[in-house]
T-cell receptor, first 113, second 114 residues
Framework: TQLLEQSPQFLSIQEGENLTVYCNSS?????LQWYRQEPGEGPVLLVT???GGEVKKLKRLTFQFGDARKDSSLHITAAQPGDTGLYLC?????????????WGAGTKLIIKP | ETGVTQSPTHLIKTRGQQVTLRCSSQ?????VSWYQQALGQGPQFIFQ???????GRGNFPPRFSGLQFPNYSSELNVNALELDDSALYLC?????????????FGQGTRLTVV
């Protein structure tokens, strides 16, 4: 059982559409991060959220941390082919030592031109 | 400022052999974390090194070991390789050892065990 469940696992949509991916857990997280990973590369950090209810925007990407700090979402507006990649969420749980990140399995996103 | 570099990029080993993977941390970073990413999965935390000492370890057996050197570069050693060790091995460096500190990842080493 994944400690961080990401959904959907796979999403293929047309350019210009909107989408939301989710990251859910039964645990409380001190912080949660979203990464994007391309084939043959390591993950690249997009954003870190630390406060329940926090919303952060990065151009067309909107990230939200749940009020209870157990879940997060990533919304992409007007998706473009350059958004294609594997989106990973990762966080440090309150109950763990503060050095360890727990990772979701990722959402593989394909944006078709 | 140079980024995180890992070597080699690809490696094929036989079951039972030993392997050493290397990671050069980003300038100014004193913490290196190692992860194993199986195909279609998210990364799994192996261990973290902070100022040349192991700072924490995930659920991996003792045949996974590591080192960090005075220049903060690091090695991951895996003994008695098993087929399930086939994966992308990622290292990440950061300025501090706390999990929420921004970490910068290398491109990974793709290990195949046959």
């Amino acid at each position: 059982t994944q400690l961080l469940e990401q959904s959907p696992q796979f999403l293929s949509i047309q350019e210009g559409e909107n989408l939301t991916v989710y990251c859910n857990s039964s645990s409380v997280f001190s912080s949660l991060q979203w990464y994007r990973q391309e084939p043959g590369e390591g993950p690249v950090l997009l954003v870190t959220v630390v406060t329940g209810g926090e919303v952060k925007k990065l151009k067309r990407l909107t990230f939200q941390f749940g009020d209870a700090r157990k879940d997060s979402s990533l919304h992409i507006t007007a998706a473009q082919p350059g958004d294609t990649g594997l989106y990973l969420c990762a966080g440090d749980r309150e109950e763990d030592s503060n050095y360890q990140l727990i990772w979701g399995a990722g959402t593989k996103l394909i944006i078709k031109p | 400022e140079t980024g995180v570099t890992q070597s080699p990029t690809h490696l094929i080993k036989t079951r039972g052999q030993q392997v050493t993977l290397r990671c050069s941390s980003q300038s100014g970073h004193n913490t290196v974390s190692w992860y194993q990413q199986a195909l279609g999965q998210g990364p799994q935390f192996i261990f973290q090194y902070y100022r040349e000492e192991e700072n924490g370890r995930g659920n991996f057996p003792p045949r996974f070991s590591g080192l960090q050197f005075p220049n903060y570069s690091s090695e991951l050693n895996v003994n008695a390789l098993e087929l399930d060790d086939s994966a992308l091995y990622l290292c990440a460096s950061s300025r501090r050892r706390t999990a929420h500190t921004e970490a910068f990842f290398g491109q990974g080493t793709r290990l195949t065990v046959v």
